[in-house]
Structures are given as C-alpha cells and as structure tokens.
C-alpha cells in the first residue's frame, strides 16, 4: 500500500516539476501538492527530486561559479574608509558597531590568498 503511495507522490512531483518548466523548488511543489490533496513534507519532496534528478534552474543560478574577486576593494585600512563612505560621522558609527567586540590584528606583508589567486590566473 505505501509503495503505491510514493509512487503516485514521486509521479505528482515530477509532473509538477516538469510543467513548472524545471523552476519549481520543494516549496513551490508542496504549495502544488496540497492542491492536489497531497500532504508531503519538504524534506521528502527534497529526497523524491534528488533520486529523481531533479534540480531547478534557480538551484543551479544560485550556485554559478563567479571567476572575479568580489571583496578585494573592500580591503582597507579604517582611514581609507572615510574617503569610502564620504562621511566621517556616520563612517565612524557603522565601524564602531562592526568591530565592538572584535580584536583587531594588523597585518603587514602581502596576502596570502591574493597572491595565491594571481598564481591560478
């Protein structure tokens, strides 16, 4: 009887997901499935689209390579961040909230994970 039951269940799922032209994640089909009279959990949807290869186009956008650096710029030393900001005021509070309970360790020397990547490059 429950094997009857999963596969009328992996079936809606998959129907669901291929009709959502390959968009709809484990919320949006439980959203579906509980129109249809079917009360499935997320986790058990997330398991049927797993063993079913199933994985929306948003899953795989989310999860896109980026080959440029994306905080280098914000490397900077707590002066330069005046000139970032463009007030000293409001540069000072937001900094003073960041690093409240923080130790702060100046470094000097070239870093490591910078000269790393320009070596990939």
């Known amino acids: 009887m429950s094997l009857k039951i999963i596969d009328e269940t992996t ?11 390959i968009n709809y ?23 049927i689209m797993k063993e ?3 994985v929306s186009t948003y899953t795989i956008a989310q999860f896109k390579v980026h080959k440029d650096t994306c905080n280098e710029s914000l490397v900077k030393g707590f002066d330069e961040w005046v000139d970032f900001m463009g007030d000293a005021t409001i540069t000072t509070a937001i900094l003073d909230r960041f690093i409240h309970h923080c130790e702060i360790i100046n470094m000097t020397g070239n870093s490591y994970r910078i000269e790393h990547h320009k070596s990939i490059i």
């Open 25 to 47: 994640g484990t919320r949006k089909i439980k959203e579906e499935l509980r129109k249809l009279d079917f009360n499935v959990s997320r986790r058990k949807i997330d398991r």
């Open 11 to 21: 079936q809606a799922i998959v129907a669901i997901f291929r009709e959502s032209t």
């Open 52 to 54: 079913q290869e199933l």
